[in-house]
C-alpha cells in the first residue's frame, strides 16, 4: 500500500469508527467549540504565528486552508496584502468574521468551503495548520495546496494525532482499541510519493491540555470521546475521572498527558 494509501485507510478507519460512536455526524462539528478559537491578532509571544510571519514577505498574498477562528489569518493579514480564508464550519467563520470586526481588519476574505471544492485564486503563500489529519484524498489536498501557491507552501503539522492524550480514556471508556489519525510520520511519505522534498522546522513543545475545572475537563472529554450525558458511557467516564485527571497550581490536566509538538512543513513552488 502506498504512502497516499494508507493515509487515506487510516482516515477512513478512524472517521468509521468515530462516526459509530456518535451516530449521527453533525453538520458543522466545530458549533459547540468554534469560539475557543478567537484570539487577538495583536498578541505576542505565540511562537506558531512568529515561525510563520518570518517566513512571509510584507505585502505577499496568503491563502489560509482551514483558517478556523482566524487564529493564524488575522495576525498573519498584518503583514500581507490580502488574506484569503477558505473555512468549510458556519460557525467557525463566524468566529473569524466577528473577530476581524472587532479588530478593524479589512484585508481577509471568507470562502465558506472546503478545500477541494473551493474557487479561489493563487496567492503567494498557501498555508495550513492542523488541517491534514482528516483530509482522506490526501494526494488531491496537496496537490491542489502546491498548484495555488506561487512561491511557498506551509503546512503546520503535529507529530501525533491531535487527540492522541485521550487515546488511553477511549480504550477504557469503549472498551476498544482507538484508532489513530495521521499526522507528521504519515505526512512526508505522502509528499516524498508527490516528489515534494519539504524542509521540517521543529516549533517548541506545546504542553498538554489544562481544565480550570473538573466539570470543564469533564465535558471537553466527552465531547472528544462521543460521549452523550445520561448513559451508562458516561458514568463509566465520571468513574475514570477520578483517577484520571491530576490537580497542578489551580488547573487540572489528564494524568500522563504528554507535551505536543508542532512542525512547520514548507517548500517552495517555482509558481511565481
Given at each position: 500500500m502506498s504512502a497516499i494509501e494508507t493515509w487515506g485507510e487510516m482516515v477512513r478507519v478512524e472517521h468509521a469508527q468515530s462516526d459509530r460512536m456518535r451516530g449521527v455526524r453533525p453538520t458543522d462539528t466545530w458549533s459547540q467549540s468554534a469560539t475557543q478559537f478567537r484570539a487577538d491578532p495583536h498578541r505576542t509571544g505565540d511562537?506558531?504565528?512568529?515561525?510563520?510571519?518570518?517566513?512571509?514577505?510584507?505585502?505577499?498574498?496568503?491563502?489560509?486552508?482551514?483558517?478556523?477562528?482566524g487564529r493564524l489569518a488575522l495576525p498573519l493579514a498584518l503583514t500581507c496584502s490580502a488574506v484569503t480564508a477558505v473555512e468549510p464550519s458556519p460557525s467557525m467563520c463566524a468566529v473569524l468574521r466577528e473577530t476581524a470586526d472587532e479588530y478593524s481588519i479589512e484585508n481577509v476574505s471568507i470562502v465558506e468551503s472546503g478545500w477541494l471544492d473551493a474557487d479561489v485564486e493563487p496567492a503567494d503563500v498557501a498555508l495550513c495548520s492542523h488541517v491534514v489529519y482528516v483530509v482522506e484524498d490526501i494526494g488531491a489536498f496537496v496537490r491542489k495546496?502546491?498548484?495555488?501557491?506561487?512561491?511557498?507552501?506551509?503546512?503546520?503539522?503535529?507529530?501525533?494525532?491531535?487527540?492522541?492524550?485521550?487515546?488511553?480514556?477511549?480504550?477504557?471508556?469503549?472498551?476498544?482499541m482507538r484508532h489513530a489519525l495521521p499526522s507528521l510520520p504519515q505526512f512526508l511519505?505522502?509528499?516524498?510519493?508527490?516528489?515534494?522534498?519539504?524542509?521540517?522546522?521543529?516549533?517548541?513543545?506545546?504542553?498538554p491540555r489544562t481544565f480550570?475545572?473538573?466539570?470543564?475537563?469533564?465535558?471537553?472529554?466527552?465531547?472528544?470521546?462521543?460521549?452523550?450525558p445520561d448513559t451508562d458511557a458516561m458514568t463509566r467516564l465520571d468513574h475514570i475521572l477520578q483517577d484520571a485527571l491530576r490537580e497542578e497550581n489551580g488547573a487540572w490536566q489528564i494524568e500522563g498527558a504528554q507535551p505536543s509538538r508542532p512542525n512547520i512543513v514548507s517548500w517552495e513552488t517555482g509558481h511565481a
Open positions: 511562537h506558531t504565528v512568529e515561525a510563520l510571519r518570518s517566513r512571509v514577505l510584507p505585502g505577499e498574498t496568503l491563502l489560509d486552508i482551514g483558517a478556523g477562528g495546496m502546491d498548484s495555488h501557491a506561487r512561491r511557498l507552501v506551509m503546512a503546520v503539522v503535529f507529530e501525533a494525532s491531535p487527540l492522541s492524550q485521550v487515546y488511553g480514556l477511549w480504550e477504557q471508556v469503549h472498551g476498544e511519505p505522502v509528499l516524498e510519493e508527490l516528489g515534494i522534498q519539504p524542509d521540517v522546522t521543529e516549533l517548541d513543545h506545546q504542553p480550570a475545572s473538573v466539570e470543564e475537563a469533564r465535558e471537553a472529554v466527552a465531547r472528544w470521546l462521543f460521549i452523550n
